[in-house]
């Protein structure tokens, strides 16, 4: 079992701020997270993407699941139907998975359930009880029997099949995201910002998702029904568990659970014995953190790199959109370019981390032209520059970078140092915390040829850098370029 003191989320993480008011510090001592292997081969992936697909892509609402809470009750009956017109033409897993190893991605992430309840799985975990938005008496809670899931839309294909699939034949490592609300069953209610709330719904979630409340449905409050009955709340719980089994079942070996939002504190008893579950049948898959704490095996800063190194040896990655949304963005103005990518991939290695960059294929399962431009143009660096981002380790301490354009990474086995320049350094690079020894080499990453360097006590390391490569279409790279420093051969 891994009880590392320091294997534990920092208090600065958010998601955390959720559920730490009822989730233990310490896991139960029966309870183990994935093995240190596991992590080890997490921490080697360096880059990977994250990819959101659903019924909201048909509506190209730029967004997820969320605008369905402020819809009306007639749209919100119009989009649960939607899965009748699911239909995506042009899907190709293969095609998908041969974009991502152009880019030089070695994950992806992809939503088998967002919160609005529709799987892009062949479950058998159906729904019981499903919201009526448009009834004559208002919003009512029916009896209904099926999986709200692609097998009962038009398409009828089991999507994470074929992306595990194809995944294996790339080797691409497989991320499952799995939202712990449902917004589709009645029985999930009131956790995660569901649509429909009971009497009690204060006492059920924690103050601070509570101030969220607001931000989330404006004026349209969700519908208040009666408590959870007892069987209600059995069908919950395993429905959630189920759902989870499944894909860990049936689709061989999985690496990461990417798990988002939470239920709520009279339901984490039963939650507990899920992962617990969860790890008897994989043990080494990574688990998110998100609804579980330190249960989990991985945390994800969203939408920013942290400013500095984490405090904490649990791994993390950064989740970030290439445009404005992890879903669909038709408007190529917004795709933020391959030197935002390499520079955010960059500073985030530097620190010890992982990033994922996200996108989404549009209704029919293609991507957006600017999105496969500007991801196989990383793909281009890393080819050249991959050996200072892959599978490599942070300097100890604040060596991690120097002013704002010099940063490193290490080997494994630490042989040799990266320094990798965001800007071009002209005629020499110099660099202050690293001190080599005699007969040391250095090379530009793509450059075949061995650079002179001096080094003393006031200056530091002075690397001098070729004539000809003054010349930017001389140089191996575009956008930042890459100094191994050989300090074992």
């Avoid at 605008?67 to 007639?74: D, T």
């Avoid at 190893?101 to 479950?123: I, N, P, V, W």
């Avoid at 405090?311 to 404005?324: E, G, H, Q, R």
């Avoid at 660099?431 to 001096?454: C, F, Y």
Wanted: hydrophobic residues 35%; glycine residues 6%.
């Amino acid at each position: 079992m891994c009880k590392e003191e320091n294997l534990r989320l920092p208090e600065t993480d958010v998601h955390y701020n959720d559920v730490r008011m009822y989730i233990e510090d310490i896991p139960n001592d029966d309870y183990s997270h994935a093995t240190e292997n596991a992590r080890e081969s997490f921490r080697d992936i360096k880059f990977g993407v994250r990819i959101h697909w659903g019924l909201y892509s048909k509506w190209d609402l730029q967004q997820e699941s969320w605008p369905f809470l402020k819809m009306s009750y007639e749209e919100k009956e119009k989009y649960i139907n939607l899965y009748k017109d699911f239909d995506p033409k042009h899907f190709d897993a293969d095609e998908w998975m041969s974009f991502f190893k152009r880019a030089g991605l070695k994950c992806f992430a992809f939503t088998s359930k967002h919160h609005d309840g529709f799987s892009l799985f062949d479950t058998k975990a159906n729904v019981k009880r499903r919201i009526n938005w448009t009834s004559p008496e208002g919003p009512q809670i029916e009896e209904c029997d099926f999986a709200y899931s692609v097998m009962d839309s038009p398409f009828k294909r089991d999507v994470l099949k074929e992306l595990s699939d194809a995944a294996r034949k790339y080797d691409m490592k497989i991320d499952y995201y799995f939202s712990h609300p449902d917004w589709f069953d009645a029985d999930f209610r009131p956790y995660g910002f569901h649509p429909l709330t009971v009497p009690e719904y204060k006492e059920l979630l924690t103050d601070r998702q509570l101030e969220e409340y607001d931000d989330r449905y404006e004026n349209v409050f969700p519908v208040p029904v009666h408590s959870l009955t007892k069987k209600e709340r059995e069908s919950m719980i395993a429905r959630h568990r189920q759902q989870l089994k499944e894909i860990l079942t049936n689709y061989g070996k999985i690496d990461m659970i990417c798990l988002d939002m939470w239920l709520g504190t009279d339901v984490w008893p039963e939650m507990r014995e899920t992962l617990k579950e969860l790890r008897r049948i994989q043990p080494d898959v990574m688990l998110r953190c998100r609804g579980i704490g330190n249960y989990g095996d991985y945390y994800t800063p969203e939408g920013f790199v942290p400013g500095s190194k984490e405090n904490t040896d649990m791994p993390w990655m950064v989740i970030y959109p290439l445009a404005n949304t992890f879903s669909y963005d038709p408007d190529e103005s917004r795709y933020k370019g391959s030197e935002w990518i390499i520079k955010n991939l960059v500073d985030t290695v530097a620190k010890g981390g992982n990033f994922m960059v996200g996108i989404g294929p549009d209704e029919n399962g293609l991507w957006h032209p600017a999105a496969i431009k500007q991801l196989e143009e990383t793909g281009v660096w890393l080819d050249i520059n991959g050996e200072a981002i892959y599978a490599t380790r942070p300097r100890p301490g604040a060596l991690y970078k120097e002013g704002e354009d010099i940063l490193f990474t290490c080997s494994k086995d630490s042989k040799s140092i990266y320094a990798i320049c965001t800007k071009w350094p002209g005629n020499e690079l110099r660099i202050n915390s690293v001190q080599p020894k005699a007969g040391t080499s250095i090379r530009m990453l793509g450059h075949d040829e061995v650079l002179n360097w001096t080094y003393d006590e006031k200056s530091g390391l002075k690397i001098l850098v070729p004539e000809h490569l003054q010349k930017e279409e001389n140089r191996p790279s575009k956008i930042a370029y890459s100094f191994k420093i050989t300090i074992e051969p």
